[in-house]
């Protein structure tokens, strides 16, 4: 409040002169005729027709031109003295219709689901053996993963060399046989082996059906394993995808084909580019985020799951279409409620500052569409906003804390003074 009060002093000592010597007669009338009113700029409810101190505060009256009938009640008057002391900055709005958004999107890279395999069993048995004990080993697509033993397995065998003995007179039972063996994933090399050696084997292997790094790891030495049960889960990593985060108020700007930039925390000094592909047409309830995936390729293994990234979207928004209109965002103050500028505007030569309330359409970063209340060529304060509005409340003018312009409570309010009270002694 203290700061409020010292910003109100310093704008109306600047508003409206500080001079501590009166001045003279032809100094206070500027035109003959033209009778003046003097005013306190923190209490601008009192009002002489001499110059003098304010009763209530000891300030020095500053003039009003009471007949100046061009002055809008509820602006605020500035000197442009005052505006460069405050480093009051305005511009025009309109002109281009052209803007960038530009969005930034978190994220991390993820495992292309794609290339996310299970690797099961294809025989019932018990693991008698495991050759990949631990997630992040690299395996290759035939290497031997685990050897289970499988009494079904060895049954299956002995009926196979049965079937041999007697396939020349039922040929039909041997092929089946074989079939047998063949829906295990034992292939005809092995049945061959089988029956060179007349002897059934104890132990088969478990084979990677693809290339890849282990990431997870479902059985333990001893463990029985059915038909297609899950041993691994093997994931190819030549290339991931980054999902960014998109929240619900960002889904607008966001479209399959856009392309972004994005940096990768772990990778500092290096920046990537790519395209988001497909964008998650389901929000999740808790984070109330939907995913949008850029593919990109890591063929030398530099980009790992779970990395964070952080990305940018830039869009071309064109507005020439509608009656929008885009400003900084330090033109505007909010309170949650509303949202309102200060137009610029000069009557008789004086510099007025004026409160309008503005309906925001979405952010830009750092400009706002204004979707009413502005219209093009109008002048709105754009740095210095907020001592604009504190000078305003102080003078009793609307503002956006008191949009009906209510006098700011000094404390003096209680005091009953009449007019022989206010005139100069």
């Excluded at 009060?5 to 310093?10: D, P, R």
């Excluded at 209530?56 to 602006?75: K, Q, R, T, V, Y």
């Excluded at 395209?275 to 390729?297: G, H, M, Q, W």
């Excluded at 949202?339 to 009557?347: A, H, P, T």
Aim: glycine fraction near 8%; charge should be negative.
């Amino acid at each position: 409040m203290v700061g409020i009060l010292f910003v109100g002093v310093l704008l109306g000592w600047l508003v409206f002169g500080g001079n501590d010597a009166p001045k003279s007669e032809n100094e206070h009338n500027h035109v003959e005729g033209t009778e003046t009113i003097w005013t306190c700029s923190m209490h601008p409810q009192i009002q002489m027709k001499e110059p003098g101190q304010c009763p209530l505060c000891g300030m020095d009256l500053i003039p009003l031109e009471s007949n100046d009938s061009a002055i809008d009640p509820n602006a605020l008057q500035m000197t442009e003295d005052a505006m460069k002391l405050a480093n009051i900055q305005t511009m025009v709005v309109g002109g281009s219709k052209k803007t960038n958004k530009k969005l930034t999107l978190n994220g991390k890279v993820q495992i292309d689901e794609r290339k996310l395999y299970t690797q099961s069993s294809h025989i019932p048995g018990r693991i008698e053996k495991l050759n990949i004990n631990f997630t992040g080993e690299k395996v290759n697509r035939g290497q031997t993963l685990a050897m289970v033993y499988s009494p079904d397995l060895v049954t299956a065998q002995e009926e196979l060399l049965q079937a041999y003995r007697i396939k020349e007179t039922q040929p039909e039972l041997f092929e089946a046989a074989k079939q047998k063996l063949n829906n295990w994933k034992i292939g005809e090399g092995t049945i061959n082996k089988i029956i060179s050696t007349n002897k059934p084997i104890q132990q088969f292997p478990i084979t990677a059906d693809v290339s890849g790094i282990i990431t997870a790891k479902k059985v333990d030495l001893g463990d029985y394993v059915s038909q297609g049960m899950p041993i691994y889960e093997i994931a190819d990593l030549s290339s991931l995808w980054v999902l960014f985060d998109v929240y619900e108020s960002d889904m607008p700007w966001v479209k399959v084909g856009d392309k972004i930039n994005y940096t990768i925390q772990s990778l500092p000094g290096e920046s990537f580019e790519g395209v988001i592909t497909f964008i998650d047409p389901l929000i999740n309830p808790e984070t109330r985020v939907a995913s949008a995936r850029v593919e990109v390729k890591n063929p030398e293994n530099k980009l790992k799951p779970e990395m964070f990234v952080s990305g940018v979207v830039s869009r071309n928004v064109n507005t020439s279409a509608s009656k929008d209109i885009v400003i900084p965002k330090s033109a505007v103050m909010w309170t949650g409620e509303r949202s309102v500028v200060y137009i610029k505007s000069i009557v008789s030569n004086k510099v007025n500052f004026k409160f309008r309330e503005v309906t925001l359409g979405a952010s830009l970063g750092d400009a706002y569409i204004i979707k009413e209340g502005l219209s093009e060529g109008e002048d709105i304060v754009v740095n210095g906003t907020f001592t604009v509005d504190a000078a305003s409340q102080l003078a009793g003018k609307p503002s956006m804390m008191n949009p009906e312009g209510e006098k700011e409570v000094t404390g003096h309010e209680g005091m009953d003074m009449g007019e022989d009270d206010m005139k100069r002694p």
